[in-house]
Each structure stands twice: as structure tokens, then as C-alpha cells.
């Protein structure tokens, strides 16, 4: 099963079910590359890096509401697994 939404990148079974997280581009925990699967005869991992201040101020020169809390939240300073870990639970 491939889901998405918990921005981590990560592999895991339960009873019997292979999970596969792609990760997120635009949110990605742990990393501040754009992270997502690639799917053929097997799936792997991947992971590309983008310019970050430069998203930012793409960012910045929208409307979109709270733009500055997201690019500090997320570009600037990156959540670590641990930190969305403790929010699963």
C-alpha cells in the first residue's frame, strides 16, 4: 500500500501489509530535499534538492495566507522525524 500526507518518508509492515510513504515535496520532514518514490520493477527512495531560498521567496510573493509562518516553519527550519514522530502518537 503507497500513502501519502504524513510527510515522512518511510517503509513499514503491518499484518502482513507493506506501507510505503512517498514523503512530500513541498513539506518534507527530516530533509529539506523534495522527496518522493520511484516506482518500477522496484521502489526506491528519492530525494532531490531544489534551491530553498529561492522557494521561499516564491512563497513570499504570493497571497497565500500565513506564508511566513510555512516558509519558517518549513524551509527554513526543517521538522526532524522525531519532532512529527511525537505527533502521531
Do not use: R
Not at 23 to 46: H, N, R, V, Y
Not at 47 to 59: G, L, M, N
Amino acid at each position: 500500500m503507497i500513502c501519502g500526507h504524513t510527510h515522512v518518508q518511510f517503509e513499514l509492515e503491518v499484518n502482513n501489509t507493506e506501507i510505503i510513504n512517498a514523503g512530500s515535496i513541498g513539506m518534507p520532514t527530516g530533509s529539506p530535499q523534495a522527496q518522493w518514490l520511484l516506482i518500477s520493477d522496484e521502489i526506491k527512495f528519492m530525494q532531490t534538492c531544489y534551491d530553498i531560498p529561492a522557494a521561499a521567496v516564491e512563497i513570499l510573493n504570493t497571497d497565500y495566507p500565513g506564508k511566513e509562518g510555512f516558509v519558517a516553519d518549513y524551509l527554513q527550519s526543517n521538522p526532524k522525524i522525531e519532532e512529527i514522530l511525537t505527533l502521531f502518537k
